[in-house]
């Protein structure tokens, strides 16, 4: 398999994913987060959209989003998230495993992701993934296997305020099993939520953490708010 050519492939479907305006339904709010969902055309389900601001730049940000040493630490819907390849400086194959979710009518599932990150002017970072084939990581009787259709963030600053960053998310899951597309449905809102909000708490204890750690006199701008 091509990964470079099937990375820039779903790059640029998640960036038509950005530029897509209309059809979207809003189907979940809190604390300034909102998720809205419309008909996928990949499989038979929906595309969500996640938004809301995190309190730290593009640049930053994507790297505490996706790269294992940040995202192991903060978010709790993972049990497991390792790189398995490092394929350029900006593509790589990962392996996630998920904690059981919905008060635990949903089992954990594992996804061997082709992720990959795109720089773009404007400082706008998109980091796009899709679930592949990897025979050195294949499925096993221990976990069901799931597979993510295009999805990503795109990542953005703000322009009344440059050291924040709008953060959208798209995902479509496909997460395999006897779970029924109701079940589905009813728990991904909050899951996606759930996923931002822990990022902004995660954001907030690393620079509290730094703020912390500097030497006295030099982190007067990294307090916690």
């Not at 730049?57 to 497991?80: G, V």
């Not at 499925?139 to 296997?145: A, D, F, G, K, L």
């Not at 295009?150 to 479509?172: D, F």
Request: aromatic share 10%.
């Amino acid at each position: 398999m091509d990964f470079k050519k099937l990375a820039d492939e779903v790059s640029q479907e998640v960036l038509a994913f950005s530029r897509d305006t209309s059809g979207w339904k809003v189907t979940k709010t809190s604390k300034k987060i909102t998720v809205s969902w419309k008909p996928s055309r990949n499989y038979d389900g929906h595309l969500y959209r996640a938004e809301g601001i995190i309190p730290e730049t593009p640049a930053k940000l994507i790297q505490f989003m996706y790269l294992p040493e940040h995202r192991s630490k903060w978010d709790r819907s993972l049990h497991t998230y390792k790189m398995l390849q490092r394929i350029d400086s900006d593509t790589f194959i990962l392996h996630t495993i998920t904690n059981s979710f919905a008060m635990g009518s949903i089992a954990p599932r594992d996804f061997v992701d082709l992720v990959h990150i795109k720089y773009y002017e404007g400082e706008k970072v998109i980091v796009s993934a899709v679930s592949v084939e990897y025979p050195q990581c294949p499925p096993t009787s221990t976990y069901i296997r799931g597979y993510n259709n295009p999805c990503g963030y795109v990542c953005s600053p703000l322009p009344e305020n440059p050291g924040y960053s709008k953060l959208v998310m798209y995902v479509q899951p496909e997460l395999k099993g006897n779970l029924s597309r109701a079940v589905v449905e009813a728990t991904m809102p909050t899951n996606l939520l759930n996923l931002i909000h822990d990022a902004k708490d995660g954001i907030k204890a690393q620079k509290a953490h730094s703020a912390h750690s500097s030497p006295k006199g030099h982190s007067s701008s990294l307090h916690k708010k």
